[in-house]
């Protein structure tokens, strides 16, 4: 299973951006999916997450500003940021919790990462 991310690119602050995440491979199901991201000086932190059946949960600092979906049927997630500021600059990873055989359970993927920056 992989997990390929896709647009990234350079904004002005308060641009926008949309990240898309396509998963391939074999999998019998995806649970959470979600995107995180990461600086040189800071952890890999969640920005958000999404159930499989549409539930969010939002870091404090991107509320208001970005919004994840995805799709089922295609087994994609997305990121759709607007308002970027120049602290948005980060790596940006997408990560799944998907089971790839009956009754083993949930394993988590990631992206290989994609860069955004934006410039104040």
């Known amino acids: 299973v992989q997990l390929q991310a896709s647009g990234r690119g350079s904004v002005q602050a308060g641009g926008s951006l949309r990240l898309s995440c396509r998963t391939s491979g074999r999998l019998i199901k995806i649970s959470t999916m979600a995107w995180f991201r990461q600086t040189p000086v800071n952890q890999r932190d969640l920005v958000a997450r999404i159930s499989r059946g549409g539930d969010t949960v939002y870091a404090d600092f991107v509320k208001g500003r970005f919004t994840i979906s995805r799709d089922n049927a295609k087994n994609t997630v997305n990121l759709q940021m607007n308002d970027l500021k120049a602290e948005d600059t980060a790596v940006y990873y997408c990560?799944?919790?998907?089971?790839?055989?009956w009754g083993k359970g949930y394993d988590d993927y990631w992206g290989q990462g994609t860069l955004v920056t934006v410039s104040s």
């Open positions: 990560n799944a919790a998907i089971a790839t055989e």
